[in-house]
């Protein structure tokens, strides 16, 4: 449409796409970085700060602020733009990249992880967002691909570069190097995004929303995540917390029903692209929990390889991936979203059956990176033109908000994924804190097939995509 195509040219073609790609890359990059740097940290943190036991509030209250303020960054992009929220998202998160390289016990250093998802937060949807702004549909998916080939090198790359660092400057400047590398991506935001927003819906900001959805997703990731690990399922606070979650999501509902301004625009939900989009999100967000959990666990555990090997199979995961996705525009292009992302879950559950098939007596390292790179190439195919088409569905006020309900689904996904799979494995465990390679071989396979499962979902759900059609009037928004 011919608002929508003004709407472009006053956010997007302004900017300086090149540099301000750079800057989206490296700020992504940062917060994937910072997800999994720790991992190989963890005996040394421990041995400075002491209280080892706390140390797992140490990941989770990471991804659990991160997640739950997602969706509230999304309706504050829609309402004063994009570029404010990126750079207040990329200055909280090198100031809390400051303050855990300054910490000095281990509650200070989970309080100020909790303020680097606050910023992390607001970075990861505003980057996608952006690219929603500055790039059209037919430069989208390669973008994307970009993206995403930045956010799994970075995860996968994160444990040795942890492990570097702690050997050979200290285990603070896993932190503090982010603090100049948040400056330049700042500075370059600040310089080459050129935003001057379209014609916004004002009214008051729904705090109420705000605060009972941050209580109501907050009780359930916590529940989630913390689940048979801090606390017995079947434990008062299990309940107590799958209760609050229940009852603050419902009244947030209702209050969105009847907000003037709301945070979460119900209708945007009734489209069948956005919900289909939010659908295929949380899937994939299960799988990729499946995947960087059990499959280093298997190759470790049951087959008996080193963990360089077990590193390097879910590795192949990051490189089939963004091939996928860069290209996967020329495919929907051709063929359209429907057609595009089923060609990616057939793929994907090839590569699930695959993973499923493995066993101690058949399976081999080459074997699950081959599966690993089989499943990275179908969500390549899935993941990005999913989010693309929910994307060129809204307009410029919408889009903020439909993209981070897209991703607080993929955090909901990871968090019930490994809620569901990590029970799957405990019941096959004589001994959690002993476990067999028998045991695990079994329990793993099961978790193998629950993904297959996953899977087959998610290329049903994609079914209800735009075809060939659809993808003209998508052109046309776009």
Same mark, same amino acid.
């Given at each position: ?8 040219? #006053? ?32 005996? /040394?943190?421990?041995? &400075? ?24 960054? @999304? ?32 509650? #200070?250093?989970? +309080? ?28 989208? *998916? &390669?973008?994307?691909?970009?993206? !995403? ?11 040795? +570069? ?33 935003? /001057? ?16 959805? /941050?209580? @109501?997703?907050? #009780? ?8 048979? =690990?801090?606390?017995?399922? /079947? ?31 119900? =209708? ?21 929990? @499946?995947?960087?959990?059990? +499959? ?10 080193? !963990? ?12 089939? $991936? ?16 429907? #057609? ?5 879950? +057939? ?42 088409? *929910?994307?060129?569905?809204?307009? $410029?006020?919408? &889009? ?14 990871? *968090?019930?994924?490994? %809620?569901?799979?990590? %029970?799957?494995?405990?019941? =096959? ?37 735009? @075809?060939? *059609? ?9």
């Amino acid at each position: 449409m011919a608002t929508t195509a003004v709407r472009r040219e #006053a956010v997007g073609l302004r900017s300086n796409r090149g540099r301000l790609l750079a800057s989206l890359m490296l700020s992504t990059g940062l917060i994937a970085l910072d997800t999994t740097i720790i991992n190989t940290a963890i005996l /040394t943190i421990s041995d &400075r700060l002491g209280g080892f036991a706390l140390f797992p509030w140490v990941f989770s209250i990471y991804l659990l602020v991160q997640a739950v303020t997602v969706p509230i960054y @999304g309706k504050l992009a829609d309402t004063f733009g994009r570029k404010p929220v990126m750079l207040f998202g990329v200055a909280v998160f090198a100031l809390g990249s400051l303050l855990c390289g300054l910490a000095s016990n281990m509650v #200070a250093l989970i +309080v100020f992880r909790a303020i680097q998802g606050i910023g992390a937060g607001a970075v990861l949807p505003m980057t996608v967002t952006i690219t929603g702004d500055v790039y059209s549909l037919e430069e989208r *998916a &390669r973008v994307q691909g970009y993206m !995403a080939g930045v956010w799994a090198g970075a995860a996968v790359l994160g444990p040795l +570069v942890g492990g570097i660092l702690v050997e050979f400057v200290g285990w603070r400047s896993i932190f503090l190097i982010n603090v100049p590398l948040c400056a330049v991506a700042a500075v370059m935001i600040a310089r080459n995004l050129t935003e /001057t927003t379209p014609t916004r819906r004002t009214g008051p900001i729904d705090f109420l929303g705000a605060g009972l959805l /941050t209580v @109501g997703a907050g #009780a359930l990731l916590l529940a989630l995540l913390e689940g048979g =690990h801090a606390w017995a399922w /079947t434990s008062a606070t299990s309940v107590w917390l799958f209760v609050l979650s229940f009852a603050m999501i419902c009244a947030f509902l209702l209050t969105e029903l009847r907000a003037v301004n709301p945070l979460l625009p119900l =209708h945007l939900l009734s489209r069948t692209v956005v919900a289909t989009g939010c659908a295929v999100s949380m899937m994939v967000g299960a799988l990729i929990t @499946g995947i960087t959990a059990y +499959v280093p666990t298997f190759t470790q555990g049951v087959l008996g390889a080193s !963990a360089m090997v077990a590193g390097l199979t879910i590795g192949a995961v990051s490189i089939g $991936w963004p091939l996928t996705s860069s290209q996967s525009g020329k495919i929907y292009l051709r063929i359209g979203f429907r #057609a595009c992302t089923l060609i990616g879950g +057939v793929v994907n559950v090839a590569g699930c059956v695959l993973l499923w098939a493995m066993s101690d007596s058949v399976g081999a390292p080459w074997r699950i990176a081959l599966a690993c790179l089989i499943i990275g190439l179908g969500l390549g195919l899935v993941s990005t033109p999913s989010l693309i088409a *929910a994307q060129t569905s809204c307009e $410029w006020d919408e &889009r903020g908000v439909v993209t981070s309900s897209n991703m607080f689904a993929r955090s909901v996904g990871s *968090a019930i994924g490994a %809620a569901v799979f990590g %029970a799957m494995v405990n019941a =096959h465990l004589t001994d959690p804190d002993h476990p067999q390679p028998a045991e695990l071989s079994s329990g793993i396979t099961t978790v193998f097939l629950a993904m297959t499962g996953a899977a087959v979902l998610t290329m049903l759900a994609t079914v209800t995509l735009p @075809g060939r *059609a659809g993808m003209k009037a998508q052109l046309a928004r776009s």
